[in-house]
């Protein structure tokens, strides 16, 4: 099973604060995901980044894939209410690192406050 | 468009019991999964399928089969339940065309809540 530790697990901040949660792995994958999950409800999909170093930008929330596509950090400018949610990383391994299966980390629960 | 419905929202079973979660799609998706999630654990795959007519085991299968009745439905039966199988289920849907395993976007339910007592 490919790991993805995911840091902070909690993070409570005040409204209109910048903050940044990581994803980060000992290996290699093809691609990366990041899902935001509201109470009571499934996953949803932010973004998908394949290409190493890749940087991709919505509204308020900036992704990265780090250049040895390891690791992936979610930058969330200008906090609101509304961003509050479990955070979600998820790896596609490449063929060749024995598995198939979409991983998924263990989340950062975000609270903003008003 | 529902996209991907799931039904009982809430169940209580006592150990042993059997129980069938359902699973439907109207998005017309070749790939279907089921996924348990649980505090500390993350979204652990249990089964898929690639399309109509096959499934697969993911990470955590044990104690469950699956049945893709057809393009849209996607069941997760448990046979004789266990405390441990107390998780949220969630199923979700992926177009397929590149395989199960792509970098697609996959569309997730509102989750079951199970309880086993």
């Known amino acids: 099973t490919q790991l993805l530790e995911q840091s902070p697990q909690f993070l409570s901040i005040q409204e209109g604060e910048n903050l940044t949660v990581y994803c980060n792995s000992s290996?290699?994958?093809?691609?990366l995901q990041w899902y935001r999950q509201e109470p009571g409800e499934g996953p949803v999909l932010l973004v998908t980044?394949?290409?190493?170093?890749e940087v991709k930008k919505l509204k308020r929330l900036t992704f990265q894939f780090g250049d040895a596509r390891k690791d992936s950090s979610l930058h969330i400018t200008a906090a609101q209410p509304g961003d509050t949610g479990l955070y979600l990383c998820?790896?596609?391994?490449?063929?060749?690192?024995?598995?198939?299966?979409?991983?998924f980390g263990k989340g950062t629960k975000l609270s903003v406050i008003p | 468009n529902a996209g991907v419905t799931q039904t009982p929202k809430f169940q209580v079973l006592k150990t042993g019991q059997s129980m069938t979660l359902q699973c439907a799609q109207d998005?017309?998706?070749?790939?279907m999964y089921w996924y348990r999630q649980d505090p500390g654990m993350g979204l652990r795959l249990i089964y898929y399928?690639?399309?109509?007519?096959?499934?697969d085991k993911g990470e955590v299968p044990n104690g469950y089969n699956v049945s893709r009745l057809n393009k849209r439905e996607f069941s997760l039966r448990l046979e004789s339940a266990a405390p441990s199988q107390t998780s949220v289920y969630f199923c979700?849907?992926?177009?397929?065309?590149?395989?199960?395993?792509?970098?697609?976007?996959?569309?997730f339910g509102p989750g079951t809540r199970l309880l086993v007592l």
């Open positions: 998820a790896g596609l391994p490449y063929s060749g690192a024995g598995s198939y299966q979409l991983t």
């Open positions: 998005m017309n998706h070749n790939s």
């Open positions: 979700a849907s992926s177009e397929g065309r590149r395989g199960v395993f792509s970098w697609e976007t996959q569309y």
């Open positions: 399928s690639a399309s109509e007519g096959t499934t």
């Open positions: 980044v394949v290409t190493g170093g």
């Open positions: 290996s290699v994958f093809s691609s």
